[in-house]
């Protein structure tokens, strides 16, 4: 089974900073990459998503995220956090062609202060 | 707003009480998920319906009882729950042609369990 990992739990930033939040993937095979944020007291949402093509890819409110197949890696980056990004940030994988198996990573904690 | 609609928002149930959890979503997907999230962890699959029937329990038990009467709509029927069981309930959604279309997730259900 793969496994999905976010080695940081929590990161505190102050406005205005750059932001680059680290995943890891563990299946060698074909892979849909995503990333979700949850902010307080609301419903996951989806910031962007890679499946094929151009392995940089650009989400809503600013941020992006570079795919790299050698590493298994789908690092998020935003160049200048705001205040309003505090969230949970999750990446998720499900392997390319199945489409129901859809594996969480533990999630990062992003506190901006403002 | 999320396109996925959970009733009811909040829930308080004894050990003994018979409830269910409700889901709607209108965006034609034929796959729809239930997850588990408990607080500052990633949502955990906990079954999958594709076009209408069961395809995935991930080792739920039995006290929770899914229903998909119709491609819109996806219940959880609970009986005789623990406390441990106390968590945030998400239903979502998706396209089943292609795995690289992400879910979308509903605000849940936030369920305390007495």
């Known amino acids: 089974a793969q496994s999905v990992s976010q080695h940081n739990h929590h990161v505190i930033l102050s406005e205005a900073a750059s932001l680059e939040l680290g995943c890891n993937y563990s299946?060698?095979?074909?892979?849909?990459l995503f990333w979700y944020v949850q902010y307080p007291g609301q419903h996951l949402q989806l910031l962007l998503k890679?499946?094929?093509?151009?392995?940089l890819v650009k989400g809503i409110k600013g941020f992006e995220a570079e795919f790299i197949k050698s590493k298994f890696s789908f690092n998020l980056r935003k160049p200048s956090v705001q205040w309003s990004d505090t969230a949970e940030y999750f990446c998720?994988?499900?392997?390319?062609?199945?489409?129901?198996?859809?594996?969480f990573g533990s999630g990062t904690q992003l506190t901006v202060l403002p | 707003d999320t396109e996925v609609t959970q009733t009811p928002k909040h829930l308080v149930m004894g050990m003994t009480n018979k409830k269910s959890l409700k889901c709607e979503q209108h965006?034609?997907?034929?796959?729809m998920y239930w997850y588990k999230q408990k607080a500052k962890k990633p949502p955990e699959l906990m079954f999958v319906?594709?076009?209408?029937?069961?395809?995935i329990n991930e080792s739920v038990p039995s006290r929770f009882s899914p229903e998909c009467p119709n491609s819109s709509l996806l219940n959880l029927h609970l009986h005789a729950l623990q406390p441990e069981d106390s968590a945030l309930y998400l239903c979502?959604?998706?396209?089943?042609?292609?795995?690289?279309?992400?879910?979308?997730f509903g605000d849940g259900t936030r369920l305390s369990i007495l």
């Open positions: 890679y499946f094929s093509g151009d392995p």
């Open positions: 299946y060698g095979g074909t892979v849909n």
């Open positions: 979502a959604s998706s396209r089943i042609r292609d795995s690289n279309q992400p879910q979308h």
């Open positions: 319906y594709s076009y209408e029937k069961l395809s």
């Open positions: 998720a994988v499900n392997e390319g062609g199945s489409a129901r198996q859809l594996t």
């Open positions: 965006m034609g997907h034929r796959a």
